[in-house]
């Protein structure tokens, strides 16, 4: 099944950036999208609530001007990450916001809701939703998603246990439709690897961090040129579900990082106010484990720009067509 237009056309290279907590602003998504890759962020980082509606105007019109001025090369699409789980009291109004200003692609987590692929859906707008099992893909699709954000081992954030080749494989068994595939890519051949394993685009989160557009402390970001993939743990403590962070910050709050208890899932709360627990941890550093690829603090431009490249260049070692 051949990708829609949004997700063929308009891209230098087959690559979703990830929505990322905090670090995923206006401006990283505007340099990503002007880059030629799909910006995204997820939309409770736009706080308090009414400020969503002041960011998309922001982002829309920023790239309407761009695209206005370079018709030749204009931007790529941007998405909204809506968190689709119980404790999210702010579903409702932050779906409301990207029907208005007819958000182009939404990323659903944590849950599928057949109410907001239906509103997303009513303006001719795509819905992509992240899972880290078949069992899961499965419900996405019943539910109307339109495309699967596959999370493999190794992502950041709230990171699969299972491997790409497993993962990709199983769900290629049933579904012929858009297919990302999240976990430690961070170069050009990990994006090309994507597609031979049978995804249709890579979906890459932590290399942004180390952006000079990234809402990141410069501590953050430069400890993710600094590590690699020894340094990271993965852990439920922090938001009670399992996700990947820098041993450093972990160690920095006073934890032995190889000894951390679990986490309670039902106390997850993604409400317009977070929650004690959410602030007590902050300064937990979350990544994924291909940071080792990252090298230096640069801009958006700089690192799409070295992941053509290196896309390019792998294409022409392996004689890919």
Known sequence: MALPPILSERLKLPVVAAPLFIISTPDLVIAQC????VGSFPALNARPAEELDRWLEKITTELAEYDAANPDNPSAPFAVNQIVHGS????QHDVEMCVKWKVPICITSLGAKEFVNDAIHSYGGIVLHDIINNRFAKKAIEKGADGLIAVA????GHAGSLSPFALIQEIREW?????????SIANGDAVLASLAMGADLAYIGSAFIATKEANAQPEYKQSIVDHNADDIVLS???TGVHGNYLKPSIVAAGLDPNDLPESDPSKMSFGSGGNSDSKAWKDIWGCGQGIGAVKAVDSTECVVDRLHEEYNSAKQRLKVA
């Open 34 to 37: 002007k880059a030629g890759v």
């Open 88 to 91: 999210n009291d702010r579903l």
């Open 153 to 156: 081992a190794g992502a950041g």
């Open 175 to 183: 579904f012929d439709g858009p297919l990302l595939l999240s976990g």
């Open 236 to 238: 439920s403590l922090f």
